[in-house]
C-alpha cells in the first residue's frame, strides 16, 4: 500500500469512529512510537492549534552557550587535530603528502550539541535562530592543530597549528550535514528571507547532495507555495 492508499483508508476509517475511540487509538499508536517523535507531535498539535509554542529558558541558555563555543573556535581556543600521511605517489625529489583531520572530542560536542538544537529549534518555529547555528557550522574559522600519525608517534607534542579549509574539514564534523542544511533552507523559506535564494546557492555548494525538494519533509508548518518558490530557485540557479 502506497501513502496515497493509506491515507485514503485511513481518513475512510476514521469518519466511522468517536471522538473518544479516535483518542483511544492514538493513545495505543504513542506506544509503537519512537520517543523522537513526542516533542514533534506536541509542537505540531499546537501549531494546528495556532497557539504559540515558545522555547524556555534551558533552550535559550542553550542556544546562548553554543554560540560562545564558536566564538571560541574562532579564536583558536577549540581545535581541530591532524596528521599527515604519505599518500603513496612520489615525484622526482620527493612523496606526496596529504592529511587526516579530526575534531577533539569537545568539538565533537559542539558539532552534536549544534546540530540537536537546530533539531529542536525548528519545532519551534526559530527559523533565525535554526540559520545562526547552520551558518555558525559553516562559516566559523577553524584552527587545526598538526599533530605525529598516530601509526608512528604516541606522543602528545603537537607540531604546527594552522587554519583549515571548511571543505576539507566538513566529512569529519561527526553529524549529518546534509540534514542540518535541510533544517537552515527550510528555515529560510518559511521566515521568507529577502536574500534566500543568495544562501540557499551557498549552501548547496557546501553540501552539493541537498535536493531542495527535501524541504517538504521537514518541520511542523508546510511550505504552502513550495512550488513557487521551486520554480523561482530552478530560474536563479540557471542565472548564476
Same mark, same amino acid.
Request: glycine letters at 4%; a negative charge; one cysteine or more.
Given at each position: +500500500?502506497?501513502?496515497?492508499?493509506?491515507? +485514503?483508508? &485511513?481518513?475512510?476509517? &476514521?469518519?466511522? &469512529?468517536?471522538?473518544?475511540?479516535? %483518542?483511544?487509538?492514538?493513545?495505543?499508536?504513542?506506544?509503537k512510537l519512537p520517543?523522537?517523535?513526542?516533542?514533534?507531535? %506536541?509542537?505540531?498539535?499546537?501549531?494546528?492549534? =495556532?497557539?504559540?509554542?515558545? %522555547?524556555?529558558?534551558?533552550?535559550?541558555?542553550k542556544y546562548n552557550e553554543i554560540l560562545t563555543k564558536y566564538e571560541e573556535i574562532e579564536n583558536g581556543e577549540i581545535c581541530f587535530k =591532524? $596528521?599527515?600521511?604519505?599518500?603513496?605517489?612520489?615525484?622526482? $625529489?620527493d612523496a606526496d603528502i596529504d592529511y587526516? $583531520?579530526?575534531?577533539?572530542?569537545?568539538?565533537?560536542?559542539?558539532?552534536?550539541?549544534? $546540530?540537536?538544537?537546530?533539531?529542536?529549534?525548528?519545532?519551534?518555529?526559530?527559523? =533565525?535562530?535554526?540559520?545562526?547555528?547552520?551558518?555558525?557550522?559553516?562559516n566559523t574559522n577553524y584552527t587545526c592543530e598538526e599533530v605525529g600519525n598516530p601509526d608512528y608517534d604516541n606522543s602528545d607534542e603537537i607540531y604546527d597549528t594552522f587554519e583549515v579549509d571548511f571543505d576539507m574539514a566538513k566529512n569529519n564534523l561527526g553529524i549529518d550535514l546534509n540534514k542540518a542544511c535541510l533544517y537552515a533552507i527550510y528555515s529560510l523559506i518559511m521566515s521568507n528571507k529577502s536574500n534566500k535564494y543568495d544562501k540557499i546557492?551557498?549552501?548547496?555548494?557546501?553540501?552539493?547532495n541537498v535536493?531542495?525538494?527535501?524541504?517538504?519533509?521537514? =518541520?511542523?508548518?508546510?511550505i504552502d507555495n513550495f512550488n513557487e518558490i521551486y520554480s523561482e530557485w530552478i530560474k536563479y540557479n540557471e542565472n548564476k
Open positions: +500500500m502506497n501513502i496515497e492508499n493509506f491515507k +485514503m483508508e &485511513l481518513n475512510k476509517e &476514521l469518519k466511522t &469512529l468517536s471522538a473518544h475511540e479516535v %483518542i483511544d487509538l492514538i493513545n495505543g499508536l504513542i506506544d520517543s523522537d517523535y513526542y516533542e514533534y507531535i %506536541i509542537c505540531k498539535i499546537k501549531n494546528f492549534k =495556532g497557539e504559540q509554542n515558545n %522555547i524556555d529558558e534551558d533552550i535559550l541558555k =591532524g $596528521y599527515s600521511y604519505e599518500t603513496g605517489t612520489y615525484s622526482y $625529489y587526516v $583531520y579530526y575534531p577533539t572530542h569537545e568539538l565533537e560536542e559542539v558539532f552534536a550539541d549544534t $546540530y540537536e538544537l537546530i533539531k529542536k529549534l525548528v519545532l519551534y518555529r526559530e527559523y =533565525g535562530r535554526v540559520i545562526t547555528l547552520f551558518e555558525s557550522i559553516i546557492f551557498d549552501y548547496i555548494k557546501i553540501c552539493p535536493n531542495i525538494k527535501d524541504v517538504l519533509k521537514i =518541520g511542523i508548518e508546510k
